[in-house]
C-alpha cells in the first residue's frame, strides 16, 4: 500500500525538477509577431479609457469603486466634489497617481475631463459648472510637488463637510 504513494512522491519531486528554470530566462525570445520595443503609453496613442485601466484601475478599480483596504479612494459619485472647494481643481491634478503617471500632458487633461463629467465617473458629484483641463494648466499645476498630501486632502475634505458635501470616498472617516 505504501508504494503508490511513494511513487507519487518520487514523480512529484521529477516533475518539479524538469519544469524548474531560471527566471527570468536570459534566452526568451519574443512571441512571434511580438518582436517590435514596446510603444511607451504617452506615444500609444490610446483612448483615456484604456490610459484608465492601465494606469489606474490597479488601484481605484475598473469603475472607480476604489479600495478601503488599499486607501485608496472613490472616484465614482464623489470626485466631482473636489471642484467645489479651494484648491481642489489643482489637487486633482498633483496627487501622485496623476502628477506620476505615464501620461502625457494632453492625456492627463484628457483624462481629467473623462473623470470629471455628469456622464462619467464623477457623475452627481459634478458641479454645475466646470471649465475643461487644458494641456496648459496640467503641465503648469504637474510639476508643484505636494509636500503634505493628507493633510491637504483633510483640509480639502474638510471644506466639502463644510459647505454639507457628504463624503462618499469609501474611506469611511
Ligand atoms: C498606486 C495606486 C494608485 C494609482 C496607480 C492611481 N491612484 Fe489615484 N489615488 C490613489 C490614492 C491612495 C489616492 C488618495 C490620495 C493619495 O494618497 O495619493 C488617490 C487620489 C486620486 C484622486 C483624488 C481624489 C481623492 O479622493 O483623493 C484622483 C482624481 C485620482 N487619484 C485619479 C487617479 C487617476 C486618473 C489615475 C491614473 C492616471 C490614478 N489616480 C492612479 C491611488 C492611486
Redo the contacts with the bound molecule.
Sequence with gaps: MRWPLLTGVALTLISTTLLARSIPDPHQQPAPGNEAAQTPIARAGYSVATN?QL??A???LTSGEGSRAN???R?AG??GN?LKVEGGRA??VR????SQ?A?NNQQLAD?LNW?LNKDGMAGVSMPEHFQPYSADEVAAVRRQAMLN?PET?GKLIEQMKAQGISIT?GLGD
Design positions: 484608465y494606469q489606474c490597479g488601484c481605484h486607501d485608496t479612494p472616484l464623489f470626485v473636489f489637487f486633482l496627487v501622485p497617481g496623476m503617471s501620461l483624462m473623470l498630501l486632502r470616498d
